[in-house]
């Protein structure tokens, strides 16, 4: 067998100074791959959210467009009635989209 010397045998130690190197840093990476989940979770959220309003602002848009398609068959089926205050009301609702238009999406960088 072959006899190891003081100087070439392995300090008890050596695995824990490099364990005290590697460790803190799978710990950050732990860490960000937590943050990373957690912000997964709520871009998830909220684009649930926005196609629920994009559905929902759907519905209206297409209820105020028959509401005021009835205004105007009433209005053809009799224009003896003064139906000025209910299309006042409607293009009130219109107006209210014309305040808020459709974002547009940033620019991507580079274009």
Known sequence: MTSMTARSRPTDMSHRTDRRRWFPRLVRLRDLARSLNHLHRK????????ADLDAL????????AGIRQ???????????????GLEERV?????????????????????
């Open 43 to 50: 871009v998830d959220h909220l684009m649930a959210t926005q």
């Open 57 to 64: 602002v759907s519905r209206i848009d297409t209820a105020v």
């Open 70 to 84: 009835d205004i105007a068959d009433i209005k053809a089926a009799h224009p003896e009635i003064d139906l000025s």
């Open 91 to 111: 293009a009130g609702l219109e107006g209210l989209d014309a305040e808020n238009p459709t974002a547009e999406p940033p620019a991507e960088p580079g274009e």
